[in-house]
Nanobody, 120 residues
Framework: QVQLVESGGGLVQPGGSLRLSCAASGSIFFINTMGWYRQAPGKQRELVATITSGGGTNYADSVKGRFTISRDNAKNTVYLQMNSLKPEDTAVYYC??????????????WGQGTQVTVSS
């Protein structure tokens, strides 16, 4: 069974940085696009950034120039480097991946989420 496990969330002051990691585990044949989404209290889940298997990236306008998504295909891991954090970045951050398990077809998977709180 494929699982996505996030780590790296926490409390940081405005202007600070955090690095989130998401590791995919299980019987995996191929990982296609992976991404990060976030959901603030009382708001809908929104796209933060995505990265294709070839390294192509896409960012929400609100994080362009501050966040960087990257991946290590050998480790089945995607990262989100978050700099110049603002209080409005406070949310639960979720990892998402389109993954082909061995012997199966492509499916969409979500991690359990990691809390990021930006506050002084």
């Amino acid at each position: 069974q494929v699982q996505l496990v996030e780590s790296g969330g926490g409390l940081v002051q405005p202007g600070g940085s955090l690095r989130l990691s998401c590791a995919a585990s299980g019987s995996i044949f191929f990982i296609n696009t992976m991404g990060w989404y976030r959901q603030a209290p009382g708001k809908q889940r929104e796209l933060v950034a995505t990265i294709t298997s070839g390294g192509g990236t896409n960012y929400a306008d609100s994080v362009k120039g501050r966040f960087t998504i990257s991946r290590d295909n050998a480790k089945n891991t995607v990262y989100l480097q978050m700099n110049s954090l603002k209080p409005e970045d406070t949310a639960v951050y979720y990892c998402n991946g389109y993954i082909v398990p061995r012997g199966s077809s492509i499916s969409n998977y979500w991690g359990q989420g990691t809390q990021v709180t930006v506050s002084s």
